[in-house]
Each structure stands twice: as structure tokens, then as C-alpha cells.
């Protein structure tokens, strides 16, 4: 038995301690994983033919590796946090541009509009089109559009979907019949009398008021002001092979804007194509609206007038609202408009050998030569993990597995102080032998 050997592990228990106590205290660091420190035995051995592996001299911390499980999703409700449900890890641009990554989510905006870390490390993401579809396969800080409202779109296509009521009389109504008696034959007669069968009085049938069958919505010009639109509809004709309707954009137009044929039926015969309609805009700075009206889920049955869907896809000028991180990684801004628009999609990157990765603190990672480079995706793809929103992934840390490692690292340290007084007794009866 010699110091050294109970030095050695003193040494070891205390970096233990250390390794447990990091982990102790980062108990609810977000994406923080634990560490694990691994020992290795030391042995002391001779040089030549018949060397033999001689005893123990101690130990020695062979490596402090990291621990890479998940840990449980803790919902926030916070629109801009994010956690990584399986593998991959945020990518960062660090202040001095560099790459670091991570698995903390706690997202946050700048007076840029950038998404930053805590840290004011750029978030790294795909750009994409407003309908979320990825424009470029090249990351970039992600930044959304916090400064400027969205301009205006104007009213290009309407989109309808409703029933005309099949029992319902033309439009035109009709006059009313008089009564006729019932004539009896009498052939004797000069000239002679043919029979004539009584027929019934019929009412006069009223016009129908245009505004029986209309409907409204409100559409936008080029610089958002909102316009409103009427279209009523008249029966026109009746016959055995079907019907047809003509469609007004006014309560007093003399002339249709387009009409409708039905079979027998009650199926859209005509238009095939969606007709356009000229829209008077308030202003006159701005031209008219030229807006094509998709009619073709248009029916006529037997049932009540009824509108279904009336959408049009113009829309004013928006605020920004708020912003949402979808589990596909999908920025959503939301608008005072009551417009929803994408701004962008966080990208997540992998390693070959994560255990190779370098911590520098803050809750990121470095690449190194051992780690490999970075595969990037987007979430929820291939190996790369779903991203839950408004949720965090809290620190994968067993608090009660390292308050039971503490207590053996003391025991350990304990012991090893043991042996260096015990070799210390020795030394001193060694010593004192006269």
C-alpha cells in the first residue's frame, strides 16, 4: 500500500463529487444532460521478458461522458418555447458567428425580429414561402416580420357554394286565369257545339322581388379598402330538360352578369369555366376589381335557399398579432387581419457521435473532430426528432439516482482518506522501531 494509491482516489472521488454535483445543480436547467464520470484502474508493470503485471497502484478518471436521453416535455404554453421529442438539436449562430447547438427551446425575439436564444445566439432555420413551403435547402438566422404590417391583397377570386331552390316560381311571375264552365256537346246545333271541360281559376302569380335569392360579402381593391359585393339570383325559365337562373351583382341591373343551367337533376350544366365579374370599387384611384366567381359546387334542388360558402381570398392590411412554432418546425404569423402567414421553419441538426460534441456552457454544444460534422433536416424527417409546441424538454437529471451517487462518492472518499492514515500508521510503527 502506498499514498499514491489513496491519493489517486481521493483525487477521482472528488472530481465524482464534482461530476454528481453539477448534475445535482442543474436539475432544472432546460435541455441540460447529465454526466457520468468513468473510472479506469491503474497498474503497475516491469520491463523485460518475464515482467508479470504487478498490483494495483490506484485509479484514474478515464472520461466524463455525457448522457444523451431524452428528457420529459414540460408544457409552457409560451408560443415561441419549443422542445426536441427525439433526436437532433437546435442550431445556433453564435454573437462571433460561430456554430453551436443545442436542446434548449427557450425562444425569444429581438427588436430585429430576430428569434434568439438567452444567450443572443440566432436561431438557424429554412426560409419559406407564406404557405410554409421551404424556398432554399440553405440555413439562415431566422427573422420574421415584426416591424412592418403585411400590405394589402386584393379580391381576385370568390368562391361560392349554395342551393337554389328548385320549387321556386319564375321570376316574372304570371297573370291571373278566369274560370271557364263546362260546355256540353250538342251537335244538332248550327253550328254544332263541341264540349268544352271546365277549367279552374288560376291565380296571377306575383314577380318575385330580386332580393329573394341574394347574398352579400366584402371584398378588397389594391389597397385593402373593402368593398362590398351582392349577387342575387332570378329563375328565368323552366322547361322538361332543366332550369335556368340568371345571376346579378345588382338589386337593379337590367343586365345579367352571367346565368346558370341546370339539368333535371339539379346539377350545374353551364358555366363550365368560372365567370368574371367586374366589381365597382369607391375610389377612383384605384380600377375596378376583375374577380372570377367559382360557381361550379352550385345545385338546384328541392330545398330552401341557402348559402354554404361565400370565401373570397383579398384581405386588408395586418399588424403582427402573434407568432407560433408549429410541431413541423413552421413559423406561423398571426395578423390583426385575421391573416395566418409562414416566416420560416427552424431547422434541427445530428452528429454521428454525439458523445463526441463539447459542451461550452449556456446549454450548447460545439462540433469537434470526434462528433463528426452536422446533418441538418427539418424536424419531425428521417431520424430527426418531432418538435413539441409551447413546451420545454426539462433536464434529463435523476435527482434521486445522484443524491444516492453523492452518498457512495462520500463513502468512496471516506475510504481512500482511510487508507492514507492507515499508511501513515505504518510508516510512523516503521519509523519508531529501535
Known sequence: MSFQT????????SRNLDVIGNNIANANTIGMKSSRAEFADLVASSLGSGATGGAGIGVTLANVSQ???????????????????????????MPDGTAAYTRDGQFKLDKLGN??????????????????????????????????????KQTTTITTEFNLDARAPLAAGSPAVAAVAAVAADLT?????????????????????????????????????????????????????????????SSTATTPAFTMTFDANGKLTSPTTSPTLSINTPSVVT???????????VTQFGAAFAVSNLTQDGYAPGELTSLKIGNDGIITASYSNGQTQSAGQVALADFRNVQGL???????????????????GSPGVGKFGALTAGALEESNVDLT??????????????????TIKTQDQVMTTLVNLR
Not at 75 to 89: R, V
Not at 287 to 297: E, M, Q, R
Open 6 to 13: 489513496g491519493l489517486s482516489g481521493l483525487s477521482t472521488a
Open 67 to 93: 448522457q444523451f436521453s431524452q428528457g420529459n416535455i414540460n408544457i409552457t404554453g409560451n408560443n415561441l418555447d419549443a422542445a426536441i421529442n427525439g433526436g437532433g438539436f437546435f442550431e445556433l449562430k
Open 115 to 152: 428569434i434568439v436564444t438567452n444567450s443572443g445566439a440566432n436561431v438557424m432555420g429554412y426560409p419559406t414561402d407564406i404557405k410554409g413551403v421551404p424556398t432554399s435547402t440553405t440555413i439562415q438566422a431566422l427573422q420574421l416580420p415584426t416591424n412592418a404590417p403585411i400590405a394589402a
Open 189 to 249: 246545333a248550327v253550328p254544332p257545339v263541341v264540349a268544352v271541360a271546365a277549367v279552374a281559376a288560376v291565380a296571377a302569380v306575383p314577380a318575385t322581388p330580386r332580393t329573394t335569392y341574394g347574398t352579400s360579402m366584402t371584398a378588397f381593391d389594391s389597397q385593402g379598402t373593402p368593398v362590398p359585393v351582392s349577387l342575387y339570383f332570378e329563375h328565368t325559365s323552366s322547361t322538361a330538360a332543366g332550369d335556368v337562373w340568371s345571376a346579378f351583382d
Open 287 to 297: 380600377p375596378n376589381i376583375s374577380a372570377t366567381l367559382d360557381v361550379s359546387k
Open 358 to 376: 463539447t459542451p461550452t456552457g449556456g446549454g450548447n454544444w460545439v462540433e469537434t473532430f470526434a462528433s463528426g460534422q452536422p446533418v441538418q
Open 401 to 418: 439516482a445522484e443524491l444516492v451517487n453523492m452518498m457512495t462518492a462520500q463513502r468512496a472518499y471516506q475510504a481512500n482518506a482511510q
